[in-house]
C-alpha cells in the first residue's frame, strides 16, 4: 500500500522533538552526499523513536559506513549552519530539480527524479518550499530547527529496504535509520532502554517462560497458546467478565464467518477486503439441485449443437446463439455459489443480535460483550511476535445508546480503562482522538458529513469535560466514525497501541437497527464499539514485557510450587496436602516432587518466575509450617501454613501483586 502523504496542518503539528529528528535526517543526507555525491533522496521524516531518510546509490551503505557518515553529520552541527526556508513558484522548483539541484550540495548532471516526482503530485495551489542548511538544498516543507547545532546527541542505528513511495511497483531504496535527542543523557537513556527491552522481548520470554508458540504447518501469525500461556487468557477473561457483569453488560456468542452479504451490509467490503482473509465458495443443498438442473440445460444444448451439425444445418449464428446460452448457463452455475468470509470483527454479528429482538427505549443502553475470535489477513511482512498476527481473540463489545446517554456511556467506557491502568500498574497514557479527513469522504470514511462533524464534537467534548489525557489525530478515524487508540508505556518506557473504543453512526443505520422512542416513533441508536484490553495477543505481548515475565501472583501462569527439601515419604506427604488444599481454591499449583537438591529445585522455579515458592523441611512438617519465598525478592523465612494459604488466596481474589 502506497505511503500516505504528511499534510501541512500535520506538519504544523510536529512536537519539538520531531522537528529535531526531522532537522537530523537532513544532516544525513548532507553527510552522505558528501561522501557519496550521486546520492538521489527520496522522503526524510522523523517517525517514532527516529528519523530515516531513503535513497538511491550504487554503493550499499552498511553499519561499516555510520562511524565516516556521523564524523561528516558532526562537522555539519559543528558548523551551525541556518535552517533557512525559502518558498517559491511550482515553475522553478521544477526547474530546480531538473538541474539535480534538490536533495543535493548543488547543481548536477542527473535530475532529482524523486523530488521531481514529489513536486508533481503536490496538489495544485498547496506551497511549495525547500529548506537550505550550509551546502543542502531540499525540498521541504519543514518545519525545522532555528539551526543545526540545535540537533542535541544523535545515531545512526540501521539500514533497511523500502519501496519508493511503499508501492513495489517503485524502485526499491536503502532506507538510513537513526535517532536523536537534545542530549547525550537522553540518547544513553533510549538506548539502555532498548538493551532492558531486547531482554524483555515477548518473543524471547514467550518461548522460555512456554507461554505460547507458533509453528509453520500451522502458518505464520497463528499462535498457539500453551497451558501457561492459556493461564494468563483466562485470568484475563475473568477480569473482564466479571468488572463488565458490575457494569451491566451481557454476554453474547456468534460464529466464527458470515455470508459475504453480512459483510457488505456493514461495510467493511469494500472499505476493508485487504485486511480479510479471502472468501470460501460454497455450495448449499438448494444450490446444488438448481446446480443439476442447469447442467442438464447444458447438455442439453451441446447434444442440440451435435444434432444440427450431424444434420448439416450447423450455421455460425446458430454456433454463436449456442455458445451464449452455454455461457449464460455456466454464469449461473458460478452464481450459485454462496460466499463465506472468515470473521475479521464481531461488530456486524453483535448488530444482527441487536435486530433479533424488537427495541425500546427502556431497552437502551444495551451492551453485548464478548471476548469473540477473529481473522485478520495481516501481510506476512507485518506479523510480529503477538503484537501483528492473523488469528486473535478480542475483548470486545458494543453499547447501543441514545444521543443523551451517550456521554454517561463514552465516560464509563474510559473508566474501565482507567481501572485496568491501576490494576496493571500502567502509569503513563494518553487517548489518540482520531477524526475524519472531509477530502477522503465517500473513499476512506462514510460520505456523511453532518454526522462526521456532530460525532466528533460528541467525543472532543466528553474527553475535554472529563479531563482525560488526550491528543487529536486527523485522517485516521475508522470507516464508519471517530476513535480513540489507547497509547500505553510500559515500565520501562515503550511505548504500545493496546485497545480501541470507537462511535458508530454509520453501521446501525446500514443495518436498519431502531428502537422505540417515548413518543412511539422509531429513532436509531448510536453505537459504541470497545475493547479495554484490546485482543489477548496484543495485550499479553505488552504485560509479558511491562512485566519482564514476572506477572503478579493473581495473573502468573504458576502461581506457587512447593519444593520439599529430601523424598521421604512423610514430607511428600505433607507437601501433598498443601498442593491439595491451594488446589481446591483453584490455586495453580504445582510440586517439585524429583530427587533434585534444593538449591537446584530453586534455580529451576526462579528461571520459569514462578511467583511463590513453599520451601518444606522436616523443621516445617514438625511445626505445621512452610518457608516462603518469593521471586525476586527471596527468602521471607518460615510461616504457619494456615497463615500462608490464608494470605495466598486473599491476595489472589483481591488481585494484589
Not at 551503505?61 to 533557512?84: G, L, Y
Not at 480501541?500 to 431502531?514: E, G, M
Request: negative net charge.
Amino acid at each position: 500500500m502506497a505511503d500516505e502523504r504528511i499534510t501541512l496542518d500535520q506538519r504544523a503539528q510536529m512536537t519539538d522533538i520531531e522537528r529535531l529528528r526531522h532537522s537530523a535526517a537532513h544532516v544525513l543526507a548532507t553527510a552522505i552526499l558528501k561522501i557519496w555525491p550521486d546520492a538521489q533522496f527520496a522522503a526524510g521524516p522523523p517517525v517514532e523513536n527516529g528519523f530515516y531518510y531513503d535513497l538511491e546509490l550504487d554503493h550499499r551503505i552498511s553499519p561499516e559506513d555510520f562511524e565516516k557518515i556521523e564524523a561528516e553529520m558532526k562537522k555539519e552541527i559543528k558548523a551551525n549552519h541556518v535552517f533557512e526556508r525559502v518558498a517559491l513558484p511550482r515553475d522553478e522548483a521544477l526547474s530546480m530539480a531538473q538541474r539535480g539541484v534538490l536533495g543535493a550540495l548543488g547543481e548536477r548532471s542527473s535530475p532529482s527524479k524523486f523530488k521531481l516526482d514529489i513536486i508533481q503530485n503536490i496538489p495544485e495551489g498547496e506551497e511549495i518550499s525547500l529548506y537550505r542548511n550550509g551546502e543542502f538544498t531540499d525540498l521541504c516543507a519543514g518545519p525545522h530547527v532555528m539551526r543545526t547545532g540545535n540537533i542535541g546527541a544523535f545515531k545512526l542505528t540501521h539500514v533497511a529496504s523500502a519501496y519508493y513511495k511503499g508501492d513495489e511497483k517503485n524502485p526499491q531504496l536503502q532506507r538510513i535509520y537513526g535517532t536523536a535527542f537534545k542530549n547525550k543523557t537522553q540518547l544513553d537513556e533510549y538506548f539502555a532502554m532498548l538493551e532492558e527491552a531486547k531482554k524483555r522481548d515477548h518473543r524471547k520470554l514467550g518461548k522460555e517462560l512456554e507461554l505460547f508458540t507458533f509453528d509453520d504447518q500451522v502458518g505464520p501469525g497463528l499462535p498457539l497458546w500453551l497451558p501457561r500461556g492459556t493461564a494468563i487468557i483466562e485470568e484475563l477473561e475473568k477480569l473482564a467478565k466479571e468488572t463488565e457483569f458490575a457494569a451491566g453488560y451481557v454476554r453474547v456468542r456468534t460464529p466464527n464467518l458470515a455470508r459475504e452479504s453480512l459483510y457488505i451490509t456493514s461495510g467493511h467490503l469494500p472499505y476493508y477486503a485487504e485486511s480479510m482473509f479471502p472468501p470460501m465458495e460454497l455450495l448449499e443443498s438448494e444450490g446444488q439441485k438448481r446446480k443439476d438442473q442447469l447442467l442438464a440445460d447444458f447438455a442439453r444444448k451441446v447434444d442440440e449443437e451435435d444434432a444440427l451439425r450431424s444434420a448439416g444445418d450447423l450455421t455460425p449464428e446458430k454456433t454463436k446463439g449456442l455458445e451464449e446460452e452455454r455461457s449464460s448457463i455456466l454464469k449461473d452455475v458460478r452464481s450459485l455459489r454462496e460466499r463465506y468470509y472468515l470473521k475479521a470483527m464481531n461488530c456486524p454479528h453483535h448488530h444482527k443480535l441487536y435486530d433479533a429482538i424488537p427495541r425500546s427505549y427502556r431497552d437502551l443502553p444495551l451492551r453485548l460483550a464478548e471476548y469473540g475470535t477473529c481473522h485478520r489477513y495481516e501481510q506476512s511482512g507485518e506479523l510480529f511476535g503477538l503484537m501483528r498476527v492473523r488469528s486473535l481473540q478480542m475483548n470486545d463489545a458494543h453499547i447501543y445508546c441514545t444521543e443523551d446517554q451517550f456521554e454517561t456511556e463514552f465516560l464509563a467506557v474510559n473508566e474501565m480503562y482507567l481501572k485496568y491502568f491501576k490494576l496493571f500498574g500502567i502509569d503513563k497514557y494518553v487517548m489518540r482522538f482520531s477524526t475524519h479527513d472531509p477530502a477522503k469522504l465517500g473513499q476512506k470514511f462514510v460520505d456523511n458529513s453532518p454526522l462526521w462533524l456532530k460525532t466528533e464534537e460528541m467525543v472532543r467534548g466528553v474527553l475535554q469535560r472529563s479531563g482525560i489525557n488526550y491528543v487529536e489525530v486527523p485522517n485516521e478515524a475508522a470507516f464508519y466514525g471517530p476513535k480513540i487508540d489507547v497509547q500505553v508505556w510500559s515500565a520501562i518506557g515503550r511505548e504500545f497501541t493496546i485497545a480501541t473504543n470507537q462511535v458508530d453512526f454509520a453501521q446501525p443505520r446500514r443495518f436498519n437497527l431502531v428502537y422505540k422512542d417515548r413518543d412511539n416513533t422509531e429513532k436509531t441508536p448510536l453505537c459504541i464499539h470497545r475493547a479495554p484490553l484490546g485482543t489477548h495477543e496484543r495485550f499479553i505481548g505488552f504485560l509479558i514485557e511491562h512485566y519482564a515475565g514476572n506477572f503478579p501472583l493473581w495473573l502468573s501462569p504458576e502461581q506457587v510450587r512447593i519444593l520439599p527439601i529430601g523424598d521421604e515419604a512423610p514430607l511428600l506427604e505433607y507437601a501433598r496436602g498443601i498442593q491439595a488444599e491451594l488446589r481446591a481454591h483453584q490455586v495453580r499449583c504445582e510440586l517439585d516432587a524429583s530427587t533434585d537438591h534444593i538449591k537446584s529445585k530453586i534455580a529451576n522455579a526462579e528461571q520459569m518466575k514462578v511467583h511463590t515458592m513453599l520451601v518444606i523441611g522436616n523443621r516445617d512438617l514438625e511445626a505445621n509450617a512452610v518457608s516462603v519465598r518469593v521471586h525476586g525478592k527471596g527468602n521471607l523465612g518460615a510461616k504457619p501454613r494456615c497463615e500462608v494459604v490464608a494470605d495466598l488466596l486473599e491476595r489472589i481474589k483481591a488481585r494484589r501483586p
